[in-house]
């Protein structure tokens, strides 16, 4: 399976961002699709997935009401909506797939997009 996410880039404090990830190949067992992120100097945090399939998500608590994740119109492709973005905000974005929504079945990982938020 491999992993193309997109759509990072310069963001004003306040404004929103939409990335995308699309997934090809062997997709059958990874119907989980996520993001993460990983500011400098800080650990990975998961922020959000979606099952492609049942419609079904888990967002990080803190990121439920700025950040939405839907599905694509593409096969295999997510969104994450990103509203109300701070300075916080400002990491690099990965793109996983698994087959559950257990982090640590996380194991198929796209390049990240960079997400940068200026005050």
């Known amino acids: 399976v491999q992993l193309q996410a997109s759509g990072g880039g310069l963001v004003q404090e306040g404004g929103s961002l939409t990335l995308s990830c699309a997934a090809s190949?062997?997709?059958?067992?990874?119907?989980?699709m996520g993001w993460f992120r990983q500011a400098p100097g800080k650990e990975r945090e998961y922020v959000a997935a979606?099952?492609?399939?049942?419609?079904?998500?888990y967002y990080e608590d803190s990121l439920r009401y700025r950040f939405i994740i839907s599905r694509g119109d593409a096969k295999n492709t997510v969104s994450l909506q990103m509203n109300s973005l701070k300075p916080e905000d400002t990491a690099i974005y990965y793109c996983?797939?698994?087959?559950?929504?257990?982090?640590?079945?996380?194991?198929?990982w796209g390049q990240g997009t960079l997400v940068t938020v200026s005050s």
């Open positions: 979606i099952d492609w399939s049942r419609g079904s998500t």
């Open positions: 190949g062997r997709t059958a067992s990874l119907s989980i």
């Open positions: 996983a797939a698994s087959p559950t929504f257990r982090e640590a079945d996380f194991r198929t």
